[in-house]
């Protein structure tokens, strides 16, 4: 990526606006919201609860489609896919990180990561070498045989990173990743995006919490369904401006 | 995403809970074994039946006596020679009798002759023998002609047959079963033969002892003695009607040909015609037709109570798996957000309920051919490869069925609802 042509961005919100319910007791989750997150950029998304965040977390992972506005998830228009193929781009496109981890129940760290892979078509072989390089990459190539009920808070998580990167997603979709850590996993975890995020990905995390805000390099903040501000941060030390020179 | 995963995940999904599997399969366990031992003792009950009836011998009638055409016709019996009954003409019924010239009649051989022998037939019932302090309660005490043993195909295992002097000599002789014969005497039974045992007080002297017909079904058919029919008749039953003729026809090829002059000669013996005939004759394929009708309604009403048992265990198997989605919402949102499409997740849950009912199917039909292994209430199963196979067929398909709600329900979860439900 050299600049020669401009790529299209990952995330392109026109005026999306989501209600719910109806007449009177319609609630307006968000208001007409306009953003663009070029490839590569780690944004934080940040709001007290019932700022509409949650919403937006829904309709940019393609769990919910807006009430109105356009969203292009990669250059895909979003609103014109059918189940399936939300489901096909959630699997391909998206990557998800949520604060519960929500990995399978009794299935071992190794299957989980395997998953999407599984719904996605790859061959077991070729499946089985993939899942193990992603849980080598969060640190855990040595947990590929337990269970959930087996880890950690933390080492959940990483599973669940390792999960959602599996696939080579164009965006890491995290939504408070970190309310579930104590302080140390949540330094491990954030480390993680940081690699990640060097390592050219688009990362989108929603959060209130200031820490994980830091690390990023562009923090949007809602208020009422509505952005209230967009503001671009120096990259943070070195680990960041070695990002900007991989890019 | 293909069946082999689909497959692995509902495997997972199946051995996750060992003990709710196992209880949920028992319903369908039930069902089929059920289904295969009870149509198996259906089959054997009718097979039983059919052999005792093809040891009767392909080519042979049973002329009985029934309740006669109704009217002002009056029952005109040749009473010449032999000795029949009281006849009570000119009532509305008649009670219809055949004598011994009935079955002389049957012997000529212008007027029928596809008939080979004639054997008349009389009957005591509940005759006690006894002898030297020892008694027994004969099922079977049969006056007959000497012509019968070729018919019914008996021999003796030991002392003499009878003979055509018997039955002109009016000689009081019998020929026993190994029943009877044991438990007059002890041991094995042979030396019955010699002795003189008291039947309802009358001596009559054992010249033989019956080759064994072994049993079928609950019925012992070594419990019998034959006696010539003049004897039994000057002692036990005295010269009423016969209780029955046995014919046999000159081959397999003749019995129709035969039953028609029979009923020739006996309507114009009797003044009747087939239509009223105070007789009926029963031939061993009508008799086998009855036999197997009634066994065949037998065995679909144990099938049928079988089957319900299955239906139950099919509702047993949508029930575990309607709580297995609601338990597992959340997975199935997590999979849904990770990419899983709708025919990935009905796959899954209806080859668990699928997997439930196969495995329960396999068991059940392990467990019902080890049952049907064993004598059930005197009758040995016949295990029929029909209702094993559809025993099994039915319960996948239950399975199928009853899975497909439960399936479907998970597959339209919602996967915001669904990641939201704890």
Sequence with gaps: MTGARVPRPVLDLRGVTKVFGAGDTAVHALGGVDLVVDRGEYVAVMGASGSGKSTLMNIVGCLDVPTRGRYLLDGVDTRRLDEGRQAMVRNRKIGFVFQSFNLVPRTSAQSNVELPLAYAGVRLAQRRERAAAALARVGLADRGHHLPSELSGGQQQRVAIARALVTEPVLLLADEPTGALDSRSTREVLDLFDDVSAGGRTILVITHEEEVAERAHRVVRFRDGHIVSDERRAPRGARAAAAGGAA | ?422
């Excluded at chain 2, 005591?124 to 002609?145: C, K, N, Q, R």
């Excluded at chain 2, 094995?188 to 033969?193: E, I, M, S, T, Y």
């Design chain 2, 1 to 422: 995403m293909n069946v082999r995963e689909s497959a692995r995940f509902a495997v997972r999904g199946v051995t996750a809970n060992p003990m709710r599997t196992a209880l949920t399969t028992l319903g369908i366990l039930i069902g089929v074994a059920a289904v295969i031992i009870l149509v198996a003792v259906g089959n054997g009950s009718s097979a039983a039946v059919k052999e005792s009836l093809s040891r009767l011998g392909s080519n042979t009638l049973t002329v009985q006596a029934s309740q006669g055409g109704t009217g002002g016709r009056a029952g005109g019996f040749g009473g010449f020679g032999g000795a029949p009954g009281e006849v009570s003409s000119g009532t509305r019924t008649r009670t219809a009798e055949l004598t011994l010239d009935d079955a002389e009649a049957l012997t000529d051989a212008t007027l029928a002759p596809h008939v080979l022998r004639v054997a008349p037939r009389v009957s005591a019932s509940s005759v006690t023998a006894t002898y030297d302090g020892a008694t027994h309660t004969v099922s079977t005490f049969l006056g007959t002609s000497p012509s019968y043993l070729t018919i019914n195909d008996d021999s003796v295992q030991k002392g003499e047959t009878l003979t055509a002097e018997d039955w002109t000599g009016r000689r009081r002789v019998a020929l026993v079963g190994s029943s009877v014969a044991e438990d007059l005497v002890g041991g094995d039974g042979l030396d019955a033969v010699g002795k003189t045992v008291q039947f309802d007080g009358i001596g009559f002297t054992v010249v033989g002892v019956l080759t064994d017909k072994g049993s079928t079904g609950p019925q012992d058919e070594d419990d019998r003695v034959i006696a010539p029919l003049t004897a039994v008749q000057d002692t036990l039953t005295g010269y009423g009607s016969l209780s029955a003729i046995s014919v046999q026809a000159k081959d397999a090829d003749s019995v129709a040909t035969a039953q028609a002059e029979i009923e020739d000669v006996l309507n114009s013996r009797h003044h009747v015609t087939s239509d009223d005939a105070d007789y009926s004759i029963q031939n061993p394929t009508s008799l086998l037709t009855a036999v197997t009708s009634t066994s065949q309604t037998f065995t679909v009403l144990l099938a049928s109570v079988a089957a319900i048992s299955l239906l139950v265990g099919g509702i047993g198997v949508m029930n575990i798996m309607l709580v297995t989605v609601t338990e597992r919402t959340r997975e199935i949102g997590i999979r849904k957000a990770i990419g899983a499409r709708r025919g990935d997740i009905v796959g899954q849950f209806l080859l668990e309920a699928v997997l439930l009912s196969l495995f329960g199917g396999v068991m059940g039909v392990l467990v019902g051919l080890a049952g049907s292994r064993f004598e059930i209430v005197g009758v040995r199963p016949v295990v029929s490869a029909s209702s094993v196979a559809l025993a099994f067929g039915v319960a996948v398909g239950t399975g199928l069925f009853f899975g497909l709600y439960p399936a479907n329900r998970a597959a339209a979860l919602r996967p915001i609802e669904a990641l939201r439900y704890e």
